[in-house]
C-alpha cells in the first residue's frame, strides 16, 4: 500500500483566521514532506521532516507552521495567510531523505479570502 | 545547481498515437530520476523512477523511459496513448547535493479522440 491521505480535501479561510492540514502515512516512511503547488506549475518544497524532526525549511514564511507529531502524521498549521498563499498544498512521504522515491498525497485545496 | 528541462509545454496526440515526452537535466553525476503525472486537481502518481543499472525502466500504464547517460536525458515513452492519459507530467530528479526532489515545469498532454 502506497497511500498517503490528506485532509480536508478543500479549504476556504479568511485572512485572520486559524486553521490546519492534515497528512497521514502508515507504510512506516520516515521522511514526510509538504509541497506547495500553484496552477500549471511544479510543486515547491516547503518543508521536510526526518525521523520527526525539521530538516529542511525552505525559507517558507512563519505564518506556515509545520508540525510531526509522530512518524505516521504531519501536520500544517495555518494562521493569517494571505490571497496569494491559495494554492494545492501536497503532502508526501519516504523510506528515508536520500532521495527515496517520494509518494504523494492527494492534496488539499485552499482558498485565502 | 542541478536544473530539469522539460522542453514542450503542451503536447497534442491523436489516441492511439505515440508518444514520447522529453527531459533534460544538468548534474555531474547520475541522478536519480523519476516521472510523475497529475490530472487535474489531484496528486502526483509515479510512473517511474530510475536509480541504477538498466537503461530502459518500465513503470505502471505503458509507460517507458530510457535514460541516455550522453545525453542528460530521461524521456519517457508510450507506444499507443489512451485518451485516459491526458494530465500533466513532471520529470524531477533527485540529487545529494540539494538533498531534494528538483521538479521540471512540466509538460500538458492534450489526447485528442
Known amino acids: 500500500d502506497t497511500e498517503v491521505t490528506q485532509t480536508p480535501k478543500h479549504l476556504v479561510m479568511g485572512m485572520t483566521n486559524k486553521k490546519s492540514l492534515k497528512c497521514e502515512q502508515h507504510?512506516?516512511?520516515?521522511?514526510m514532506y509538504w509541497y506547495k503547488q500553484k496552477a500549471k506549475k511544479p510543486p515547491e518544497l516547503m518543508f521536510v521532516y526526518s525521523y520527526e524532526k525539521l530538516s529542511i525549511n525552505e525559507s517558507v514564511p512563519s505564518r506556515f507552521s509545520p508540525e510531526c507529531p509522530n512518524s505516521s502524521l504531519l501536520n500544517l498549521h495555518l494562521h493569517a495567510l494571505q490571497p496569494e498563499d491559495s494554492a494545492l498544498y501536497l503532502c508526501?512521504?519516504?523510506?528515508?531523505?536520500?532521495?527515496?522515491?517520494?509518494?504523494f498525497g492527494p492534496g488539499t485545496r485552499l482558498l485565502v479570502l | 545547481a542541478q536544473s530539469v528541462t522539460q522542453p514542450d509545454i503542451h503536447i497534442t496526440v491523436s489516441e492511439g498515437a505515440s508518444l514520447e515526452l522529453r527531459c533534460n537535466y544538468s548534474?555531474?553525476?547520475?541522478?536519480?530520476l523519476f516521472w510523475y503525472v497529475q490530472s487535474p486537481g489531484q496528486g502526483l502518481q509515479l510512473l517511474l523512477k530510475y536509480f541504477s543499472g538498466d537503461t530502459l525502466v518500465q513503470g505502471i500504464k505503458g509507460f517507458e523511459a530510457e535514460f541516455k547517460r550522453s545525453q542528460s536525458s530521461f524521456n519517457l515513452r508510450k507506444p499507443s496513448v489512451h485518451w485516459s492519459d491526458a494530465a500533466e507530467y513532471f520529470c524531477?530528479?533527485?540529487?545529494?547535493?540539494?538533498?531534494?526532489?528538483?521538479f521540471g515545469t512540466g509538460t500538458r498532454l492534450q489526447v485528442t479522440l
Open positions: 524531477a530528479v533527485y540529487t545529494g547535493t540539494a538533498s531534494k526532489l528538483t
Open positions: 548534474y555531474g553525476a547520475t541522478p536519480y
Open positions: 507504510m512506516g516512511h520516515r521522511a
Open positions: 508526501a512521504s519516504s523510506q528515508a531523505d536520500r532521495g527515496e522515491t517520494q509518494y
